[in-house]
């Protein structure tokens, strides 16, 4: 293939995908599958490569505006690459274990009230440790969480949320996703760290700039306070299928069930688009 064709086909192998992913997270909407589009980076980074050094094949200056924008595609998908490779983080061992009591703590939720975690004793409790309303999968998860609100209420269960976020952002998450549970922020990670569930690979989105996270975790507790089960993500970028611990969720809380294990979030468990 000449250089002009591989500066193209880089150029939509990359930018093709690369825009419907950008289109899926404005939308809160995660893709079913990321091989595609790591295959399609892949091919399209070998093109981007390759197309300086191929034949014209046609006009000097198609050809040079071709290689340019494959050298640029494959700037790109080298770009998207790094970051699915760096979405893994290694996971914690929380303060709580199952069989083992849930952690009380006080705090104030995102409109200022005051809140206390044992104040929910007697209502089985659904904590969720995620990264904040920035991020997209961590919304997706929150909002298919609260499509399943009929169910959960049914069980008894109730859903209580800690992130990084200030209190300010949380409301302007909650209002943006027509969000209900409980929702703390804790910027400070006073919570996160009670828990053990501070990510040791700190955020930085540039140089200089360090933000901690927690890892993203749910953590279940009977009526009684007692932790019946724990999922833990092992990479940010995927998280279980609600339906899936809903079923852990029933099982745990049924009347005699045994506690059941602490799970890490398997990779081929993606959120659905």
């Known amino acids: 293939m000449t250089g002009s064709g591989l500066g193209m086909l880089a150029m939509a192998l990359v930018f093709g995908p690369g825009v419907r992913w950008l289109l899926l997270m404005s939308r809160v909407r995660l893709p079913r599958n990321a091989r595609a589009y790591v295959v399609a980076n892949v091919i399209g980074v070998a093109c981007g490569i390759a197309a300086p050094f191929a034949g014209t094949g046609g006009p000097s200056t198609v050809h040079a505006i071709a290689s340019v924008g494959g050298v ?142 927690p890892i993203p975790t749910t953590i279940l507790a009977d009526a009684d306070g007692t932790v019946r089960w724990i999922d833990q993500a092992t990479d940010y970028m995927r998280r279980s299928e609600p339906q899936r611990v809903l079923g852990a969720i029933r099982a745990a809380l049924e009347p005699g069930a045994g506690t059941a294990r602490v799970r890490h979030t398997p990779a081929a468990v993606a959120p659905v688009a």
């Not at 089985?124 to 998860?141: D, I, Q, S, T």
């Not at 009670?194 to 990510?199: E, G, I, V």
């Open 72 to 213: 640029v595609a494959a700037l790109g998908g080298l770009g998207f690459l790094a970051l699915l490779s760096a979405s893994g983080q290694g996971p914690n061992q929380p303060a709580v274990r199952v069989g083992g009591r849930l952690l009380d703590f006080d705090a104030t939720d995102d409109e200022g009230r005051a809140f206390e975690l044992a104040s929910l004793r007697g209502h089985a409790v659904l904590l969720k440790f995620f990264r904040g309303h920035w991020c997209p999968y961590c919304v997706a998860e929150l909002r298919r969480w609260e499509e399943l609100r009929p169910e959960l209420e049914a069980l008894g269960v109730r859903i209580v949320t800690v992130c990084a976020d200030t209190a300010g952002a949380i409301r302007a998450g909650r209002a943006k996703h027509g969000l209900r549970a409980a929702m703390i922020p804790d910027p400070e990670l006073v919570i996160t760290d009670r828990y053990n569930l501070r990510n040791p690979r700190n955020f930085a989105p540039k140089p200089g700039l360090v933000i901690p996270l």
